[in-house]
């Protein structure tokens, strides 16, 4: 963990070191060059040896927790570390404030600055200070610090203990409840004709029961094989001692010396021995792709009915074996978990019940093991030597918690689901820990939190990648994984929603305040945030908790889940907090944000979505480091004129939603941007602007744009949109308002990345087979929104070549009686929502047309006097909505065989 802390320490020296302001600050200070000079070399010095460190500590496993010398020295090189993260913000606040006092300062005063100097000697001896300290610790580890890396290594450690869990989780499979399906599954496809050697996949996260399960099936099915082997991989495993273990099970010669074999020699006698043979081999707990490339190479394919199974935690491995070969576990359901857990909690009690005056506390512990069927073993198994009082299993309730997170033993809940959190690369491991601070079952939003983790700094560059390209990517990587739960994906498959197991979110959330990572505060707490907090999430505090927040000045992050915070916090968070790098405090009632917030020079994002604020201070052109400016909902009708000078702003957010039905053709507003828009050239989101004739010119300058909203669009206007949207190459999302029901939006423009089109105002006759459909040919187009297009001719012919759109909305788009689906048209739309079509007399959906469809809404089509013709055809429908009708339409619904209890329904008022 202390690992963490160190890599983040040593980019933010980096960036120190590599900041163009260090050498317009020694042109200011000529006379001080030398000492400028020294003070950055010293960081080098520093960075080096913290690099040092960190390849250390990323060496270090579970072995040296709880090792109290090797705790002890972990937590004062995380202060020593912390110290530098202190150092290094200062520096950059230093020279962020005199580049902005300018060389002309200096010239007219005469170098009379003496606050600014004194802080630069300051920082150059506290780094000195550091370096002492850095040679100090090393000093101290190689006295005192016993660290098992010795002659056993940290690989063949860690090899050791997984194959420990997965021994302990093989021995569990007679435990199996609820995995019917699941077996009866892999158990037909054993005993198959299909001759060839075939794989399947088991894929979970830990605890969810795949070893046990493989286990079960493999003990009663292996004798129909002619040999078989189980072995136990993990993710620092020796391709040599598993070819090894394979062929001594495989052949149960205890006798055969294969220990002198090399690779190549092991490889060769397997498949030799293999090349007759109908066997099954089970790979327990594969961790990478590569291991089971490795393996694979070695397992001749002979026709004879071979089989073959991998267990494994992450979906990048299962991915490898055909999508109908992966068998996804899931958490058990409540009954199920319930009668595992009686079944291990009771087991001489007649049919495995529980006493009644267990039950409530029982049923308590079986909802905090979360439906993982080993931990639910686990804590029966506990239970099942304790006495059976309420006092004691009371107190072994409040417990669990401080049992997960406190015991590593093997076999242990906490080992096995830790082990997980050990594998992650550092890059990831800071994410995971930040997930963490939020409350149990939060449901995170991905851009949102992709945002949040880019201006934290924990996104490496990758390549030509942006960086939220790349955060995405570790968002990814952490749900296949199996330390993220994924919710929801979007209609083109894109995560969308996600959260985190609250078990695993114990185990991180201790790890974070052991490490001083961050803490999740809220009314349960007895006390303050411990001073040396770097992230603080407040979740909800009591009403009439307004004690101040200790140690602000080391908070680099402070987001708000409580909109009863006092805004008195705000003022002091910004003076006190002066090294501030996150400030979310969306949905708060404040009206006012001090002038103070200009001081934050270090500030990345801040939120004030759905807040009472009226107006930025001027002083907010100071935070040339800002990346995310989130103002929507709030009262802000216009931006200072210095928030051009923000060149490093990535996404704007300035809309208010004036009607949250959006029925009207101007349900928002967007804002107008001071003279110097095309200045903000790293813009990658822009939510919303308010198009004049100004602006619009000037919109060919954010060619990184990848998301753009625009209100009261003039038709005179889109020539010149048309010829800025040709300069932006990553836009995948337009959206465009008319200022009025008359301004006709004509786009001639080539788009080839468009993903999401949403135009609101009159188009002209054909404008959809005109270039802007025409340029979406190349299929990238899967959300479109017509809204008030007033078009007299059926749109579908001309949309249906959108043969990759997967959801379509119409509002007011159509004038016309009648439309017809054909068979074939749009085979991979998911959502379909028709609102506001006054003249729609007639919906025909012909057999093999909208194949795919799974929510379809007809909203306030109030000439209808049929129920659509063919809604019997949509086999995979999950939503069917007819909303705002007449009692005479429900007539007919209710007299509708063909959809007879699969609608909803609202009455027209």
Not at 164 to 185: C, F, P, Q, T, Y
Not at 429 to 447: H, I, M, T, V
């Amino acid at each position: 963990m202390a690992e963490i802390v160190i890599l983040l320490a040593t980019k933010k020296i980096g960036i120190a070191l590599a900041n163009a302001a260090a050498l317009q600050v020694s042109a200011l200070f000529v006379k001080y060059g030398t000492q400028l000079l020294e003070l950055q070399r010293s960081m080098d010095r520093v960075v080096r040896e913290l690099r040092l460190i960190h390849e250390f500590l990323c060496q270090m496993d579970i072995r040296n927790c709880n090792i109290q010398p090797y705790e002890g020295w972990l937590a004062e090189v995380r202060k020593v570390a912390h110290l530098m993260e202190d150092m290094v913000d200062e520096y950059l606040y230093l020279l962020g404030r005199e580049h902005d006092v300018g060389c002309c300062f200096y010239l007219n005063k005469g170098l009379k600055k003496p606050r600014s100097l004194l802080s630069l000697n300051r920082i150059a001896f506290n780094v000195k200070e550091i370096e002492k300290d850095l040679t100090h610790l090393s000093e101290i580890k190689n006295r005192w610090v016993p660290v098992n890396d010795g002659d056993t290594s940290s690989s063949n450690y860690i090899v050791k203990m997984s194959q420990n869990l997965a021994n302990i989780s093989r021995s569990l499979d007679e435990d199996l409840v609820g995995v019917d399906k699941n077996r009866e599954i892999l158990e037909q496809w054993l005993a198959g004709d299909d001759l060839q050697c075939s794989v399947k996949a088991l894929v979970g996260m830990g605890g969810l029961g795949k070893t046990a399960l493989a286990a079960n099936v493999y003990k009663n099915e292996r004798k129909n094989f002619r040999c078989h082997a189980w072995v136990s991989i993990s993710q620092t495993y020796s391709k040599e001692d598993v070819l090894q273990k394979i062929s001594k099970e495989l052949s149960r010669d205890k006798a055969s010396n294969t220990a002198d074999m090399d690779i190549t020699c092991l490889e060769e006698k397997l498949k030799e021995f293999l090349e007759q043979q109908k066997y099954l081999i089970i790979l327990d707990d594969v961790w990478t792709p590569e291991a089971f490339i490795d393996l694979s190479r070695a397992l001749i394919h002979n026709g004879k009915g071979s089989r073959l199974i991998i267990t494994t935690r992450e979906c990048h491995v299962a991915k490898l074996v055909p999508q109908e070969h992966i068998l996804t576990l899931e958490p058990l359901p409540e009954d199920k978990a319930w009668d595992l857990f009686c079944k291990k909690a009771f087991p001489r009690d007649t049919n495995h019940e529980c006493p009644v005056e267990l039950k409530h506390l029982s049923e308590e512990i079986v909802s905090w093991c979360k439906g993982l069927p080993l931990v639910i073993v686990l804590v029966g198994s506990l239970l099942r030597v304790r006495e059976k009082t309420v006092e004691e299993w009371r107190r072994i309730n409040d417990q669990l918690s401080w049992e997960l997170v406190n015991t590593l033993s093997p076999g242990h809940i906490g080992n096995v689901l830790h082990l997980s959190f050990i594998y992650l690369p550092t890059h990831l491991k800071s994410c995971f820990l930040y997930c963490s601070l939020f409350p149990e079952d939060y449901l995170f939003k991905r851009k949102k939190l992709v945002r949040l983790l880019t201006a934290e700094g924990f996104i490496e560059v990758r390549g030509e990648s942006t960086l939220e390209e790349v955060a995405e990517g570790y968002l990814t990587e952490l749900i296949d994984r199996g330390m993220l739960q994924l919710v929801e994906r979007n209609t083109f498959n894109r995560i969308k929603r996600f959260r985190m197991h609250d078990i695993l979110r114990e185990l991180a959330v201790d790890l974070c305040k052991k490490n001083c990572f961050g803490v999740a505060y809220e009314y349960k707490c007895e006390r303050s945030p411990e001073t040396d907090v770097r992230r603080l999430v407040l979740h909800k505090l009591k009403k009439d908790n307004h004690q101040p927040i200790s140690g602000m000045h080391q908070l680099r992050t402070v987001i708000t889940l409580d909109k009863s915070i006092p805004s008195s916090t705000i003022p002091v968070l910004c003076m006190e907090s002066r090294y501030m790098t996150v400030l979310e405090l969306s949905g708060l009632a404040i009206e006012k944000i001090p002038d103070a917030i200009g001081d934050l020079f270090n500030l990345r994002h801040l939120g004030l979505r759905n807040s009472k604020v009226k107006k930025l201070p001027k002083s907010v052109e100071k935070l040339s480091n800002l990346l995310t400016l989130d103002l929507f909902g709030s009262d802000i009708h216009e931006l200072p004129s210095g928030i051009v000078k923000l060149k490093k702003l990535r996404h704007l957010f300035v809309e208010k939603v004036i009607d949250s039905n959006a029925r009207g053709l101007k349900w928002g507003s967007g804002i107008c941007i001071p003279n110097g828009l095309g200045n903000l050239t790293s813009l990658q989101t822009l939510q919303a602007l308010e198009a004049q004739d100004g602006s619009v010119r000037h919109l060919g300058k954010l060619t990184q744009l990848r998301s753009l909203r625009l209100w009261n669009v003039k038709g005179t206007y889109c020539g010149g949109i048309s010829e800025s949207l040709v300069q932006m190459p990553y836009l995948c999302n337009l959206n465009l308002t008319a200022s009025d029901e008359d301004e006709v939006l004509l786009l001639n423009v080539c788009l080839p990345n468009l993903q999401t089109l949403c135009l609101r105002g009159r188009l002209a006759e054909g404008a959809l087979d005109k270039s802007l459909f025409q340029s979406v040919e190349s299929q990238n187009l899967y959300v479109l929104y017509l809204q008030w297009s007033q078009l007299r001719e059926d749109p579908l012919p001309s949309l249906s070549r959108l043969s990759n759109l997967t959801h379509l909305h119409f509002t007011r788009a159509y004038n016309g009686v009648q439309m017809t689906f054909l068979t074939g048209w749009f085979p991979k739309l998911k959502i379909l929502v028709l609102r506001d079509l006054l003249n729609l007399n007639r919906i025909e959906i012909q057999q093999g047309a909208l194949v795919n469809l799974e929510r379809l809404a007809l909203v306030n089509l109030r000439s209808m006097t049929k129920v659509p013709s063919g809604i019997e055809f949509l086999k995979p429908l999950l939503y069917l909505g007819f909303k705002e009708i007449s009692r005479d339409f429900l007539m007919l619904l209710l007299q509708c065989s063909a959809i007879r209890g699969k609608w909803r329904y609202t009455l027209r008022d």
